[in-house]
């Protein structure tokens, strides 16, 4: 089927607005990753869900940041009180679970914050 | 904690020639390591896996190593191609958790 879909491909806010960035994972895949990168560095982990439950956040820069997966398939990754620091690119991946498995990674969202 | 450190100056080298990216580690050596390949406005495309207790691992014009005395691995493209420019980077898992943690990625450029 299709791989790791991610919307919007680009989203620009203006500091301290609210946005959501969807991810939609593979079918199938009970584990779901969120990454960040900036420009010229590698994806930053930021949180796993193994399921509907998030197995490890400690990635998560601070509680501005929050993502759900309610019923264990598509995930929403939910920033408040944007700030100009957290424009980077947003990357979904997702997997079948098992540990050192292929991690599929999304196309990425573009987050812009003037 | 653990530190990844890729070259961060691009990789120039002519068609046919081998291109050759090294990952270093600092700390623990882990289960396994892998290589992505990420093209400009893409998400990372995974490569290849070599577990600790193995030496070497190839696929196609593929071929990884990893050293754990050394804490290194390297990636190797044989006669590589124009196709090939892209941006590779190492990961490997945080701790022995389900996070991978990343090298800022080596840029290579082959020349027609």
């Known amino acids: 089927g299709a791989g790791v879909s991610q919307t919007p491909s680009n989203k620009v806010t203006e500091k301290g607005k609210y946005v959501e960035l969807r991810c939609d994972p593979i079918s199938g895949h009970t584990a779901l990753y969120w990454y960040r990168q900036s420009l010229g560095q590698g994806p930053e982990f930021l949180i796993y869900f193994q399921g509907t439950g998030a197995a490890d956040d400690s990635g998560l820069p601070n509680d501005r940041f929050f993502a759900v997966r309610p019923e264990g398939s598509v995930s929403t990754l939910k920033i408040q009180r944007t700030e100009r620091g957290d424009s980077a690119v947003y990357l979904c991946a997702s997997s079948t679970g098992v540990k050192s498995d292929t991690q599929y990674f999304g196309p990425g969202t573009r987050l812009t914050v003037l | 904690s653990q530190k990844i450190e890729q070259n961060s100056e691009a990789l120039n080298i002519q068609e046919g020639k081998t291109a050759t990216l090294t990952c270093n580690y600092t700390n623990y050596s882990p289960a396994y390591l892998q290589w992505y390949r990420q093209d400009p406005g893409r998400g990372p495309v995974f490569l290849l896996l070599?577990?600790?207790?193995?030496k070497e691992k190839r696929k196609e014009r593929l071929k990884v190593t990893f050293d754990t005395t050394l804490k290194q691995s390297l990636f190797h493209i044989t006669a590589s191609q124009p196709a090939d420019s892209a941006t590779y980077l190492c990961a490997l898992p945080m701790d022995s958790s389900y996070k991978l943690i990343f090298g800022s990625g080596t840029r290579l450029l082959v020349r027609p």
């Open positions: 070599i577990r600790e207790n193995e």
